[in-house]
């Protein structure tokens, strides 16, 4: 029995790299993924170029989302403090330490907008 024919206990001999089972065998020591000519073509690069860029075009889409739905939200927070804060103001008796927290926080929410709005588009002078 030849060697081939004793790691699948078969008398027939296997042909062509392919195991019993009729898959192609793993490459080893000295055998190349590449396609024949030597180099690694595309067909054997891991991820190909066009899915790795979808991908990342992906991403930053996914992340601008992201950033579009937070500063959506932080408006609606600041002119929900606005309405609060106009409101206090007018019934006089209002605290004033409670209306400079408010309009601290008023504050604070818009220079957040501000810079997720510059994280969207990019200063052009960059």
Partial sequence: MRDDQLETGSSEPLHNGSSATGLAAAPTAGMSLA?????????????????????????????????????????????????LIAKLIALRGANDFELRRLKKRKLKVKDTIMLLQLQLEPDARA
């Fill in 35 to 83: 396609d024949g000519d030597g180099d690694v073509g595309e067909a054997d690069h891991p991820i190909p170029v066009e899915r790795a860029a979808s991908n990342e075009a992906a991403a930053a889409d996914s992340e601008s989302a992201l950033i579009v739905r937070r500063v959506t939200e932080l408006q609606c927070e600041h002119a929900a403090l606005d309405t």
